[in-house]
Protein backbone atom coordinates (compact mmCIF):
# COMPACT_ATOMS: atom_id res chain seq x y z
CA UNK A 1 0.00 0.00 0.00
CA UNK A 2 1.46 3.59 -0.97
CA UNK A 3 0.48 6.75 -0.30
CA UNK A 4 1.13 9.78 -1.91
CA UNK A 5 2.78 12.41 0.99
CA UNK A 6 3.85 15.67 -1.25
CA UNK A 7 6.22 17.92 -0.67
CA UNK A 8 8.48 20.18 -2.30
CA UNK A 9 12.18 20.04 -3.29
CA UNK A 10 13.92 20.81 -6.58
CA UNK A 11 17.56 20.27 -7.74
CA UNK A 12 18.73 23.27 -9.34
CA UNK A 13 22.32 23.19 -10.76
CA UNK A 14 23.52 27.00 -10.83
CA UNK A 15 27.18 27.82 -11.52
CA UNK A 16 29.14 30.96 -12.31
CA UNK A 17 29.77 29.68 -15.78
CA UNK A 18 26.22 29.54 -16.80
CA UNK A 19 26.17 28.94 -20.73
CA UNK A 20 24.87 32.37 -22.21
CA UNK A 21 23.91 34.33 -25.91
CA UNK A 22 26.26 37.36 -26.47
CA UNK A 23 24.94 39.05 -28.74
CA UNK A 24 26.92 42.50 -29.13
CA UNK A 25 26.96 44.07 -26.01
CA UNK A 26 24.25 42.57 -24.43
CA UNK A 27 24.31 39.19 -22.77
CA UNK A 28 20.92 37.73 -22.87
CA UNK A 29 19.97 34.05 -20.77
CA UNK A 30 19.83 30.86 -22.70
CA UNK A 31 16.42 29.65 -23.24
CA UNK A 32 15.29 26.45 -20.62
CA UNK A 33 14.82 22.70 -23.24
CA UNK A 34 13.21 19.81 -21.92
CA UNK A 35 15.58 17.01 -21.81
CA UNK A 36 14.54 13.32 -22.59
CA UNK A 37 16.48 11.63 -20.08
CA UNK A 38 16.19 7.75 -19.14
CA UNK A 39 13.83 6.98 -16.28
CA UNK A 40 15.39 6.76 -13.12
CA UNK A 41 18.52 8.88 -14.08
CA UNK A 42 17.33 12.35 -13.84
CA UNK A 43 18.97 13.37 -10.48
CA UNK A 44 22.67 11.74 -12.57
CA UNK A 45 22.18 13.46 -15.58
CA UNK A 46 21.12 16.47 -13.86
CA UNK A 47 24.56 16.61 -11.84
CA UNK A 48 26.60 15.87 -14.60
CA UNK A 49 25.34 18.82 -16.74
CA UNK A 50 25.59 21.07 -13.63
CA UNK A 51 29.14 20.07 -13.94
CA UNK A 52 30.03 20.46 -17.16
CA UNK A 53 28.59 24.75 -16.49
CA UNK A 54 25.06 24.11 -17.09
CA UNK A 55 21.99 25.12 -15.34
CA UNK A 56 19.15 22.37 -14.59
CA UNK A 57 16.25 22.47 -12.77
CA UNK A 58 14.74 19.05 -11.75
CA UNK A 59 11.56 19.72 -9.57
CA UNK A 60 10.93 16.45 -7.47
CA UNK A 61 8.00 16.03 -4.82
CA UNK A 62 8.22 13.61 -2.02
CA UNK A 63 6.32 9.64 -1.92
CA UNK A 64 6.23 8.18 1.05
CA UNK A 65 5.79 4.25 0.77
CA UNK A 66 4.41 2.22 3.32
CA UNK A 67 6.31 -1.27 4.06
CA UNK A 68 5.22 -4.19 5.89
CA UNK A 69 6.97 -2.46 9.14
CA UNK A 70 7.73 1.02 8.13
CA UNK A 71 7.01 3.86 5.82
CA UNK A 72 10.06 5.17 3.90
CA UNK A 73 9.72 8.43 1.62
CA UNK A 74 11.34 9.11 -1.93
CA UNK A 75 12.09 12.03 -3.29
CA UNK A 76 10.28 11.78 -6.95
CA UNK A 77 11.21 13.63 -10.33
CA UNK A 78 7.54 15.30 -11.07
CA UNK A 79 8.46 14.68 -14.79
CA UNK A 80 9.67 11.30 -14.43
CA UNK A 81 11.92 10.62 -17.69
CA UNK A 82 12.88 14.84 -17.76
CA UNK A 83 14.57 17.55 -16.54
CA UNK A 84 15.21 21.24 -18.00
CA UNK A 85 18.22 22.59 -18.90
CA UNK A 86 19.11 26.25 -20.53
CA UNK A 87 21.87 25.62 -23.47
CA UNK A 88 22.34 27.03 -26.84
CA UNK A 89 20.43 24.73 -29.51
CA UNK A 90 23.19 25.53 -32.00
CA UNK A 91 26.06 23.72 -29.61
CA UNK A 92 23.73 21.27 -28.08
CA UNK A 93 26.46 18.23 -29.13
CA UNK A 94 27.90 18.34 -25.06
CA UNK A 95 24.35 18.26 -23.91
CA UNK A 96 23.51 14.99 -26.06
CA UNK A 97 26.58 13.46 -25.38
CA UNK A 98 25.61 13.39 -21.58
CA UNK A 99 25.34 9.74 -20.27
CA UNK A 100 21.42 9.37 -20.01
CA UNK A 101 20.92 11.62 -22.33
CA UNK A 102 18.31 10.90 -24.94
CA UNK A 103 17.04 13.84 -26.86
CA UNK A 104 16.10 16.97 -26.38
CA UNK A 105 12.39 17.01 -26.98
CA UNK A 106 11.37 19.43 -30.00
CA UNK A 107 10.08 18.74 -33.26
CA UNK A 108 11.65 16.43 -35.49
CA UNK A 109 15.64 17.69 -35.15
CA UNK A 110 14.60 21.18 -34.60
CA UNK A 111 14.06 21.58 -30.32
CA UNK A 112 11.54 23.92 -28.82
CA UNK A 113 12.26 25.57 -25.84
CA UNK A 114 10.14 25.73 -22.73
CA UNK A 115 8.92 29.60 -22.34
CA UNK A 116 9.97 30.77 -18.94
CA UNK A 117 6.23 31.69 -17.93
CA UNK A 118 6.16 27.70 -17.45
CA UNK A 119 8.90 27.22 -15.54
CA UNK A 120 8.82 30.18 -13.25
CA UNK A 121 5.79 28.76 -11.68
CA UNK A 122 7.21 25.45 -10.90
CA UNK A 123 10.14 27.07 -9.49
CA UNK A 124 8.15 29.94 -7.58
CA UNK A 125 6.22 26.86 -5.91
CA UNK A 126 9.64 24.94 -5.14
CA UNK A 127 11.10 27.89 -3.33
CA UNK A 128 7.65 28.80 -1.17
CA UNK A 129 7.44 25.06 -0.45
CA UNK A 130 4.29 24.46 -1.31
CA UNK A 131 3.23 20.81 -1.76
CA UNK A 132 3.39 19.73 -5.16
CA UNK A 133 2.13 16.25 -6.83
CA UNK A 134 2.09 15.12 -10.89
CA UNK A 135 -1.18 15.63 -12.17
CA UNK A 136 -2.43 14.65 -15.65
CA UNK A 137 -2.89 17.88 -18.18
CA UNK A 138 -6.09 19.73 -18.07
CA UNK A 139 -6.55 21.00 -21.83
CA UNK A 140 -9.94 22.96 -20.97
CA UNK A 141 -11.20 24.58 -18.13
CA UNK A 142 -11.19 28.16 -16.35
CA UNK A 143 -7.61 30.10 -16.21
CA UNK A 144 -6.82 31.73 -12.54
CA UNK A 145 -4.18 33.48 -11.34
CA UNK A 146 -2.90 33.56 -7.30
CA UNK A 147 -3.62 36.54 -5.79
CA UNK A 148 -2.04 37.03 -2.59
CA UNK A 149 0.95 34.91 -0.77
CA UNK A 150 4.02 34.10 -2.08
CA UNK A 151 2.66 32.39 -5.64
CA UNK A 152 1.13 35.46 -6.23
CA UNK A 153 0.86 35.92 -9.84
CA UNK A 154 1.23 32.53 -10.53
CA UNK A 155 -1.73 31.33 -13.62
CA UNK A 156 -3.73 27.61 -14.12
CA UNK A 157 -6.19 26.24 -13.77
CA UNK A 158 -8.41 25.34 -10.82
CA UNK A 159 -9.34 22.24 -9.84
CA UNK A 160 -11.76 21.52 -6.86
CA UNK A 161 -10.39 19.20 -4.33
CA UNK A 162 -11.80 17.77 -0.78
CA UNK A 163 -9.45 19.97 1.01
CA UNK A 164 -9.19 23.67 -0.47
CA UNK A 165 -8.64 23.97 -4.07
CA UNK A 166 -5.53 22.85 -6.04
CA UNK A 167 -3.98 24.64 -8.89
CA UNK A 168 -3.37 22.87 -11.73
CA UNK A 169 -0.11 24.50 -13.69
CA UNK A 170 1.03 23.38 -17.07
CA UNK A 171 4.13 22.54 -19.20
CA UNK A 172 2.58 22.49 -22.50
CA UNK A 173 5.44 21.26 -24.33
CA UNK A 174 5.87 17.74 -21.99
CA UNK A 175 2.18 17.84 -22.18
CA UNK A 176 2.25 17.32 -18.26
CA UNK A 177 0.71 18.86 -15.51
CA UNK A 178 1.20 19.55 -11.60
CA UNK A 179 -1.27 20.73 -8.77
CA UNK A 180 -0.71 22.73 -5.86
CA UNK A 181 -2.70 23.02 -3.04
CA UNK A 182 -3.52 26.55 -3.19
CA UNK A 183 -6.25 28.65 -0.13
CA UNK A 184 -9.26 29.20 -2.59
CA UNK A 185 -9.31 32.65 -0.97
CA UNK A 186 -6.29 33.28 -2.87
CA UNK A 187 -7.61 32.58 -6.11
CA UNK A 188 -9.27 35.16 -8.98
CA UNK A 189 -10.55 34.68 -12.00
CA UNK A 190 -8.58 35.19 -15.02
Excluded at 21 to 34: D, E, K, V
Excluded at 89 to 98: D, E
Aim: glycine fraction near 8%; charge should be positive.
Amino acid sequence: MSSDSVGDRSETHDSDNIPQINSGSTSLRLPWFALNVAVRHEKIVSQILGNKGYETYLPTYKRRHQYAKRVREFEIPLFPGYIFCRLDPGARLPILTTPGVLRIVGAGRVPIAVEDSEIAPLQKATAAGVPMAPSRSWPTGHSCRITAGPLAGVQGIVVAAKHGSRLIVSVHLLQRSISLEVDSDCIAAE
